[in-house]
């Protein structure tokens, strides 16, 4: 089945620092999506990728949608402690399931 | 405003006690989703709901069964809980179109001794 690599798998920064993680795939993704999910909680939607080479902010976030489809990263810039999370990257296949494809995470520790 | 609601967040059962967890939406979406999620995983989708047709995941157990009876509601039961089956479940719907963005609710904890 897909699969979406996503790394790294942990990251510990301190505050004001930025942050870079990735998700690739050996397929093609129509759809790229972040999201944010702090403990007991559902997660968030932070940004939604639809074009190759779109390059989206949303506040001290930016992610991007690959060119050859068949990856994404996402950058935090300034990281606050409220940044403290798992985030996750999921991607539509092409073919125009409605189901995700989910990365493993990537969980987020800022020291202030 | 709260846009898929999940009730409980806490839910506790008896081994083998049957239990329902439920899901509501206000975004009138098409497509409602069931996940699983055991600690510091990624959410497994267990099956899914368009419109009224139900998909079914080939690995999900027959011990898990969903309910939708209008598009605003969906319901997850499980039959005979295991000791397993102990999880975050996250609800998600999605407009089932193109662009293939999911929303998901603050998720039922379930305990389960």
């Known amino acids: 089945g897909q699969q979406l690599n996503q790394s790294p798998q942990s990251m510990f920064i301190q505050e004001g620092e930025d942050v870079s993680m990735n998700c690739t795939s050996s397929?093609?993704?129509?759809?790229w999506l972040w999201y944010k999910q702090d403990p007991g909680e559902g997660p968030v939607l932070l940004i939604a990728?639809?074009?190759?080479?779109e390059l989206t902010s949303n506040g001290r976030l930016t992610a991007q949608f690959g060119i050859t489809r068949k990856d994404s990263f996402l950058n935090i810039s300034a990281s606050i402690p409220s940044d403290v999370g798992i985030y996750f990257c999921a991607g539509r296949p092409q073919g125009g399931s409605e189901k995700l494809v989910f990365g493993k995470g990537t969980k987020l520790t800022v020291n202030p | 405003d709260a846009m898929v609601i999940q009730n409980p967040r806490y839910q506790v059962t008896q081994f083998g006690k049957p239990v329902t967890l439920s899901c509501s939406q206000t975004?009138?979406?098409?497509?409602m989703y069931w996940y699983q999620q055991k600690s510091s995983q990624a959410p497994k989708l267990l099956f899914h709901y368009y419109d009224k047709d139900f998909n079914n995941e080939a690995d999900t157990p027959d011990n898990f069964q969903s309910r939708r009876p209008n598009t605003s509601f969906c319901f997850l039961d499980i039959r005979s809980p295991g000791l397993g089956d102990a999880a975050m479940y996250l609800c998600?719907?999605?407009?089932?179109?193109?662009?293939?963005?999911?929303?998901f609710g603050p998720g039922t904890r379930l305990t389960v001794t």
């Open positions: 998600a719907t999605s407009s089932g179109i193109a662009l293939g963005e999911q929303y």
């Open positions: 975004l009138n979406h098409n497509v």
């Open positions: 397929s093609i993704f129509n759809t």
């Open positions: 990728l639809y074009k190759a080479g």
